[in-house]
C-alpha cells in the first residue's frame, strides 16, 4: 500500500535537534509557538518546570485535530520520550467545555506530593486527558501509527510512558480507568482537596457504560532505549577506566556491579540502604586485605549477613519482580577479587566495588510546610542527604579508617531533579558531607522539610550536578563508590 502522507510528531523535542533529524530550531523566545523558517515544521515550547502550559495545550489541540484529519493511506510517525505526558496534555471535554488545565496541574501536584510513583501519577492524568491512554491512536485512526519510544518507566510499560498515547488496551473499559483514578485519588486522601470539577468529571464517568472501544488502530510501538541502557553504558565506562585485567589501568582496580535497574521506593529510606551497602562492601574488602584468617572469618560471615539483610531491603524497593537484584553471594566474589588484585598490586593503588542502579525513587512532601520559607528539593538530592546523615551515624563509636573512600551520585538523567530545578542531582561523600553534631542536626531538619538543596548550598558540602537539560529521559542513575587504598594497609 503507497503512503499518500507522513506526519511526524516528537513529544519531546529539545533545542538541539530533532531525534527525527529536524534541524534544529533557530528561534528564541520559550513559550510562544514558532515555525521552522521555510518549514513546515511547528514548534511548541513547554515550560522549565515540567508542567503543562497553555503553549502545550495549543499545541496538544494542533495535535489532535492532526491527527483527527488523517486517513487510511496516512503514516504517523511518534517520538516518545520522558516529559511527554507534560508535553502532550489536551483536558477532556465536559459540559461542552475543557476540563480547565490549572484544575489538571493542581490534581498532578497533589498527587505527587502525596507520594505517588509514575504509574500511579500517569494512570491519574490519563483518565483527565484527550490524547493520554492511547487517545492519540484513536484520534489517528484509521491511519498507520508508528512510535519509537524512549522509556522513563520501570520495566518499560508503554502504557505508562508519557502516558500512553498510542498504548490501547482493548480489556480495559473508559469506566475501569476511571474507577482506578479515583482508587488512586482516595488511596492517597486527596480526593476531597480535588477541584469540584475534576470530581464531577469522573464520577460522570464512573456512571457511563462499560461498553468497549469498537476502534481497532493499526499501531506499532517499539521501546528503543531505556534505564538498562543508560546503566550498562556507565558500568562500561567504569571497566575501561579501572578494570581488574586491564594493564594500563594505573593502580585502579575497581570492579562495577549493576544491582537492579527498577529501583523505587521512598528516598529516604533507600537512601539509608544504599549508605549501608557501600559502608559494610568497604569493611568487607578492609578485612580482606588485612589477611587475618580468624578475623577475616568472623567478618566475612558478619558481612555475609548484613549484605544480605541489605540486598533483600533493597529487594523490596524494586518491583514486584526484583529480578535484576545482584546476588550476595555476587558481591562477596567480586570483594575477593578486589582484595587479590590490590594484594599484588604496588603502593598507592587503590580498588573496590561500583554499584550502579537505576530507576526512580519517591519523596512524601509533608502536608504541613511553612509556605514563607523556600523549600528547594529533589528526589536525587533527596536521596543523597539521607545516605550522608546515615553515614554520619554509622561512624558515631567507630574509627573511620582513612584508607576508605565511600561516596554516592543521584542524578536525574534528564538533568532536572525536582520541580524546583535547583540541580540535576548530587554527589556525597561519607567524609565531609556531614561530619558535625551541628550539621547532622541541621542536615536531619531540612531532610524533613524536603529542602536538600537548600542544606547543600547553605553548607557548600556535597557536589551539586548543574540543572541543564541532557535532551533525553531514562529516570534517575544512582552510582555508590565502595573504595580503598592500599597505601594505608601496609
Known amino acids: 500500500m503507497w503512503l499518500s502522507r507522513i506526519y511526524a510528531l516528537e513529544i519531546p523535542t529539545d533545542a538541539h535537534g530533532s531525534k527525527f533529524g529536524l534541524p534544529p530550531a533557530q528561534l528564541m523566545g520559550i513559550g510562544e509557538s514558532s515555525f521552522l523558517r521555510n518549514s513546515r515544521v511547528k514548534l511548541f515550547f513547554g515550560d522549565r518546570s515540567n508542567l503543562p502550559n497553555q503553549e502545550v495545550v495549543k499545541g496538544s489541540e494542533l495535535a489532535y485535530q492532526t491527527a483527527l484529519s488523517l486517513t487510511v493511506d496516512d503514516l504517523l510517525l511518534v517520538a516518545l520520550t520522558g516529559g511527554g505526558s507534560a508535553l502532550l496534555?489536551?483536558?477532556?471535554?465536559?459540559?461542552?467545555?475543557?476540563?480547565?488545565?490549572?484544575?489538571?496541574?493542581?490534581?498532578?501536584?497533589?498527587?505527587?506530593s502525596a507520594g505517588a510513583d509514575i504509574q500511579q501519577l500517569n494512570a491519574v492524568r490519563s483518565c483527565l486527558d484527550e490524547l493520554k491512554a492511547g487517545g492519540l491512536a484513536l484520534a489517528a485512526y484509521p491511519a498507520q501509527v508508528v512510535t519509537l519510544i524512549v522509556s522513563d518507566v520501570i520495566g518499560d510499560p508503554i502504557q505508562y510512558i508519557a502516558s500512553g498515547p498510542t498504548f490501547i488496551e482493548a480489556s480495559t473499559t473508559q469506566s475501569q480507568r476511571v474507577q482506578r483514578c479515583v482508587e488512586i485519588l482516595r488511596h492517597y486522601d486527596v480526593w476531597d482537596k480535588v477541584p469540584e470539577k475534576i470530581r464531577e468529571y469522573l464520577e460522570s464517568e464512573l456512571s457511563e457504560s462499560n461498553s468497549r472501544e469498537t476502534r481497532h488502530p493499526r499501531v506499532t510501538n517499539l521501546v528503543i532505549g531505556n534505564n538498562m541502557v543508560a546503566l550498562n553504558s556507565a558500568a562500561k565506562s567504569v571497566e575501561t577506566e579501572t578494570l581488574i585485567s586491564n594493564s594500563e589501568s594505573q593502580g585502579r582496580y575497581v570492579l562495577p556491579i549493576i544491582l537492579t535497574n527498577e529501583f523505587c521506593g521512598d528516598a529516604t529510606e533507600n537512601g539509608r540502604l544504599l549508605a549501608e551497602l557501600l559502608w559494610y562492601t568497604a569493611r568487607y574488602i578492609l578485612k580482606l586485605l588485612e589477611n587475618d584468617s580468624h578475623s577475616l572469618a568472623v567478618e566475612a560471615g558478619?558481612?555475609?549477613?548484613?549484605?544480605?539483610?541489605?540486598?533483600?531491603?533493597?529487594?523490596?524497593?524494586?518491583?514486584?519482580?526484583?529480578?535484576n537484584l545482584a546476588q550476595t553471594s555476587l558481591i562477596l566474589n567480586a570483594c575477593l577479587q578486589v582484595a587479590s588484585a590490590l594484594a599484588k598490586a604496588p603502593k598507592n593503588a587503590y580498588g573496590g566495588i561500583v554499584f550502579l542502579l537505576g530507576g526512580e525513587a519517591t519523596v512524601v512532601v509533608p502536608h504541613k510546610i511553612n509556605s514563607n520559607t523556600s523549600v528547594e528539593g529533589g528526589r536525587c538530592s533527596h536521596l543523597a542527604l539521607s545516605a550522608a546523615i546515615r553515614w554520619f551515624e554509622l561512624m558515631q563509636g567507630c574509627e573511620s579508617p582513612t584508607s576508605v573512600d565511600i561516596g554516592l551520585l543521584a542524578g536525574a538523567s534528564d538533568g532536572l531533579d525536582g520541580p524546583a530545578a535547583r540541580g540535576g542531582g548530587m554527589w556525597v561523600s561519607a567524609s565531609d558531607t556531614v561530619c558535625t553534631e551541628n550539621t547532622y542536626r541541621e542536615a536531619k531538619e531540612e531532610l524533613r522539610r524536603c529542602n536538600s538543596y537548600g542544606f547543600f548550598r547553605k553548607n557548600h558540602t556535597g557536589t551539586t550536578l548543574p540543572a541543564r537539560l541532557t535532551n533525553t529521559n531514562v529516570m534517575d542513575l544512582l552510582i555508590g563508590a565502595s573504595l580503598v587504598q592500599k597505601c594505608h594497609l601496609l
Open 302 to 323: 558478619r558481612s555475609d549477613e548484613k549484605l544480605q539483610e541489605l540486598l533483600a531491603q533493597l529487594a523490596k524497593t524494586a518491583t514486584a519482580s526484583g529480578n
Open 89 to 112: 496534555t489536551l483536558p477532556k471535554q465536559f459540559h461542552n467545555d475543557r476540563l480547565t488545565l490549572d484544575d489538571l496541574v493542581h490534581t498532578t501536584k497533589l498527587v505527587s
